[in-house]
């Protein structure tokens, strides 16, 4: 049964007619990017927003985090928080698997129905998404895709939540959630945009020690809304991870270059099937380890990757410079060797040849292979020699 309903500019996503903001577009004719990205302002920096009305100080905020996370320091028991996931896939089990081992309630909505998984769980599964924000959930936490995102946000009737709700999402691009939170939410509704920075592979020993980055958007000061933002974070803080406060932009910057980048490499793996061999190294089971996370994931959170963070599309073009470099270096040596070789074993007149010509030099592949190597010279055969020769010989 489908949960959300969507609206009108829900189908430009898959139109691919929008042209690429200049951020993103191609600058080399070589880069196959699709003319199309979905609603360009909202991967612009420069939007702006509805007005904010407080926001957390770093430090004020770490302490009402830790209150949370160690009531009893404070001799109460904290209440539990109603936390209405939006999206039930993947990540959003995984989400909910943690919010309830601390003792928050768990309310889930999603396209697909996972009433059963929910009832097992413990959850309580709306396949509306009206009916779940009819519950007035504190805390409504976006786990859908990237690229649905947009449509499910715009879906939700707001008007049915608490004045004081908060959103937060887990979207693994930071700055354009927040610009759509901010253009989409009452200005009452409370912002904290965070990146668990592992998934239901790398986390599923427990979190500890692993990243989670959040950036409190909006959150008004010396309010409810503030108590449960600090209660929600603490959940990870909890679990161990190891808070990082950041921009939402500098999530981006920092993101491109390091996950953008490492799943490009894990998608470029698996294209080439890589087998575990009974002489793997270190290195090479890291790269089949990879290889496995990376295809776990959606091929649709991959694009969203690249699709909605700004910076990807550098990066994508630093890479394939990288790789470019790497075959130069090594084509070009082999060329000069090569070179070298061949007329090393040109026979000059009075001199004998330093080498036996019949025989392809070691280090060669064979000639038959070698003729896809379209980049560097072919090794002269035996029966071509006597006329090179009589032409160097003249
Ligand atoms: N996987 C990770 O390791 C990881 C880590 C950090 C953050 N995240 C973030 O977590 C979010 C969810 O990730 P995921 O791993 O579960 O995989 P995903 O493929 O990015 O998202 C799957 C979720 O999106 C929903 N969805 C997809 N297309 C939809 C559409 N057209 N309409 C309505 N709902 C749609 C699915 O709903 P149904 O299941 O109902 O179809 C499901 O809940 C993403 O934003 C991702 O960036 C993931």
């Given at each position: 049964?489908?949960?959300?309903?969507?609206?009108?500019?829900?189908?430009?996503?898959?139109?691919?007619?929008?042209?690429?903001?200049?951020?993103?577009?191609?600058?080399?004719?070589?880069?196959?990017?699709?003319?199309?990205?979905?609603?360009?302002?909202?991967?612009?920096?420069?939007?702006?927003?509805?007005?904010?009305?407080?926001?957390?100080?770093?430090?004020?905020?770490?302490?009402?985090?830790?209150?949370?996370?160690?009531?009893?320091?404070?001799?109460?028991?904290e209440?539990?928080?109603?936390?209405?996931?939006?999206?039930?896939?993947?990540?959003g089990q995984f989400m909910a698997k943690a919010l309830i081992r601390q003792g928050h309630s768990v309310l889930a909505t999603s396209r697909s129905d996972y009433s059963q998984y929910c009832e097992k769980h413990g959850i309580e599964y709306y396949s509306k998404m009206e009916e779940m924000c009819e519950q007035q959930p504190d805390v409504v936490l976006v786990c859908t895709s990237i690229l649905s995102a947009e449509n499910i946000l715009r879906s939700i009737p707001v008007h049915k939540l608490k004045p004081d709700t908060i959103f937060a999402d887990v979207l693994s691009v930071k700055q354009f959630p927040k610009n759509?939170?901010?253009?989409?939410?009452?200005?009452?509704?409370?912002?904290?945009?965070?990146?668990?920075?592992?998934?239901?592979?790398?986390?599923?020993?427990?979190?500890?020690?692993?990243?989670?980055?959040?950036?409190?958007v909006r959150i008004a000061q010396g309010t409810e809304q503030e108590?449960?933002?600090?209660?929600?974070?603490?959940?990870?803080?909890?679990?161990?991870?190891?808070?990082?406060?950041?921009?939402?932009?500098?999530?981006?910057?920092?993101?491109?270059?390091s996950q953008f980048i490492t799943h490009t490499i894990g998608r470029i793996l698996s294209h080439l099937d890589l087998e575990s061999t009974p002489i793997n190294t270190r290195g090479y089971e890291t790269l089949l380890q990879l290889t496995e996370n990376t295809v776990s994931d959606s091929f649709d959170l991959y694009y969203g990757l690249f699709m909605y963070n700004v910076n990807a599309t550098e990066q994508i073009e630093n890479l394939d410079r990288a790789f470019e470099t790497v075959k130069q270096k090594l084509f070009g040596r082999l060329h000069d060797i090569l070179r070298k070789q061949i007329i090393e074993r040109v026979p000059h007149q009075g001199v004998p040849s330093i080498r036996d010509t019949t025989k392809t030099p070691y280090f060669?592949?064979?000639?038959?292979?070698m003729r896809d190597l379209s980049s560097f010279a072919m090794p002269p055969q035996k029966e071509e020699l006597p006329q090179k020769t009589e032409v160097l010989g003249r």
């Open positions: 049964m489908a949960a959300f309903q969507f609206c009108p500019c829900a189908q430009q996503v898959h139109q691919p007619k929008l042209l690429l903001p200049p951020s993103l577009a191609p600058t080399r004719a070589s880069t196959k990017i699709p003319m199309f990205t979905p609603h360009n302002n909202l991967l612009s920096a420069k939007f702006s927003g509805k007005p904010i009305p407080a926001k957390f100080n770093g430090s004020h905020l770490k302490s009402q985090i830790r209150a949370c996370a160690n009531p009893d320091s404070k001799g109460s028991k209440e539990g928080l109603r936390i209405g996931i939006v999206g039930f896939g993947n990540f759509l939170f901010l253009e989409i939410l009452p200005p009452e509704f409370g912002i904290i945009c965070t990146h668990p920075m592992f998934g239901p592979e790398s986390g599923k020993n427990g979190w500890s020690g692993l990243p989670f980055v959040y950036d409190n108590k449960s933002c600090a209660k929600f974070l603490s959940i990870f803080e909890n679990e161990g991870c190891r808070m990082v406060e950041m921009s939402c932009e500098e999530h981006d910057r920092h993101a491109a270059g060669l592949p064979k000639r038959e292979e």
